[in-house]
């Protein structure tokens, strides 16, 4: 089945920079990519995704890129604020399935 | 719209005792998901409901999980007899196509 492997675990950074999370896939058959972003005690949340056919995504302070060949995917959220902190989860999903598989996360931390 | 409902948002039981879970879906949502989410990983698949029927349940620990969807809506997951290894948060999702994820908040299960 499908791998999803997310780097890094945890990434601290001063607000107004910028934060970046990586993720791989093993299965070359996925062809959607949700990033999700879970703030304390709640469930996680859609902040942008990406299908295989799209190389870039952008949405204000989000974009996410992704590289069919060497099957990577990366969010990348500029000029940080505090409201960022959160855990963020990637997560590919296969042509006919209505289940992805999710990485481990990430938690981002924005210093003030 | 209302988000999904899911209760208890906590709960504590000792290891042998039974436990269930509630969530109610986004109104119209024909597909529901049971996650389970264990500390510092990414959400695991339990179980999908398409309407009153299971679509995929190959995940699920049969010998103490059980779930069920009644006329179509609201759904329970239990589990009976616990162990330590079921703590964890337990997330409902529904949707009402292959991208259109919503995530409740979750219920944390503690197991003593």
């Known amino acids: 089945g499908e791998n999803v492997e997310q780097h890094p675990s945890t990434l601290s950074v001063q607000e107004g920079d910028s934060a970046v999370i990586k993720c791989t896939y093993s299965d070359s058959a996925s062809n959607y990519f949700p990033w999700y972003k879970q703030e304390l005690g709640k469930g996680p949340q859609l902040i942008i995704d990406?299908?295989?056919?799209?190389g870039e995504k952008k949405d204000q302070r989000i974009a996410v890129t992704l590289n069919k060949t060497a099957k990577h995917f990366s969010l990348h959220i500029t000029e940080t604020q505090p409201e960022d902190s959160a855990v963020y989860f990637c997560?590919?999903?296969?042509?006919?399935?209505?289940?992805?598989?999710f990485g481990r996360g990430t938690s981002l931390i924005v210093h003030p | 719209e209302a988000g999904v409902a899911q209760s208890p948002r906590y709960k504590i039981i000792e290891k042998r005792q039974s436990v269930a879970f509630w969530c109610n879906p986004i109104?119209?949502?024909?597909?529901l998901y049971w996650y389970q989410q264990i500390l510092g990983q990414g959400p695991k698949l339990l179980i999908q409901?398409?309407?009153?029927?299971?679509?995929?349940d190959s995940q699920l620990p049969k010998d103490r999980f059980s779930a069920e969807r009644l006329k179509g809506v609201d759904s329970t997951l239990k589990i009976q007899p616990a162990k330590l290894e079921d703590s964890a948060v337990y997330l409902c999702?529904?949707?009402?196509?292959?991208?259109?994820?919503?995530f409740g908040s979750g219920t944390r299960l503690t197991v003593v």
């Open positions: 997560a590919a999903r296969k042509g006919g399935s209505y289940i992805p598989t």
């Open positions: 990406i299908r295989s056919n799209v």
């Open positions: 999702a529904s949707s009402t196509r292959a991208d259109g994820y919503t």
């Open positions: 109104s119209g949502h024909a597909t």
């Open positions: 409901f398409q309407n009153n029927g299971v679509v995929d």
